[in-house]
DNA sequence: GCTGCTATGCAGTTTACAAAAGCAGAAGAA
DNA sequence: TTCTTCTGCTTTTGTAAACTGCATAGCAGC
């Protein structure tokens, strides 16, 4: 159980544009230099980005991606899941069809409430709030 | 970011144990069967647990394995852990050479807070209160 | 002490999917 | 028109999960 390369690569494309002025526009060989990631990965991701309205391109010379909204207004949730789709630590989780050998598992309640904490926590916290935890640690350093 | 098939067959495995009288020996084909999953592999699951001394094992003739401690005492991250080592939803959660690029990362953060809440959860929950709730659920049903 | 049953331990194989790379093409700016 | 950048595929690679097999060891009953 654990993060996707691309969600990793996904959160760390947005919180770089985050980082630049609102409305700026970045090639993605920029961040892909800056962050140290595979350049056609990153666009891959991009696009699901793109699609999901959380980053807008921009083609041609001096193109690239832009935030299509305030980082304040960007949860780290709605980044995660326009990467990956909804969150599901169990398969079975929202679909009971996979596991019908009971109508009722323990195990299956125990992961839907991990998990709706796990989502909440990834709801509560917009691109704005990371941004700001690095500046201040900054600081502090 | 999901469960494995180890971890699921594992609690499904330790569960199944849970309700039968405390000490009473169930060999894994009996498990296998009745849960629907593979012996060998659940085998090898079970050698984990045995090390962790979550269950016993009993060679032999009507050998087979038992739960070691009453579930009221065994935890749930217990179970987790002792399959797959302890929890990290990412790489570097705990092993900042693995990340060097920045000494402080907002998403590393994140994910250690997510992870926390997580692993209390697992912590917090025994098998006997999931036995507890399936029997509930089904005098509901 | 032989036989059958069950776990043990290690060495495999297979499968699935993440991760990455490649390429032709479209869209846009200069 | 030309250069640049994204777009939308396809394909390859790498790796870990998932599963299998076999020889061995321990235990029980006869």
Known sequence: ???????????????????KKLGSITPLSEIAEAKGIPEKFLAKIFQS?????????HRGVRGGFSLAKDPKEISV?????SIHGPYHLI????????????NFCSLRELLSIAERKLVQIFEDHTLADLVKWQKNKMIAI
Do not use: H, P, W
Request: hydrophobic fraction near 35%.
């Open 49 to 57: 980005l793109s699609r999901a309205t959380i980053v807008r391109s």
């Open 1 to 19: 159980m654990q993060f996707t390369k691309a969600e990793e690569y996904g959160m760390l494309g947005v919180l770089y544009l985050s980082e």
């Open 77 to 81: 949730k709605e980044v995660l899941e």
């Open 91 to 102: 398969k079975c989780t929202n679909n009971t069809e996979i596991c019908d050998k009971s």
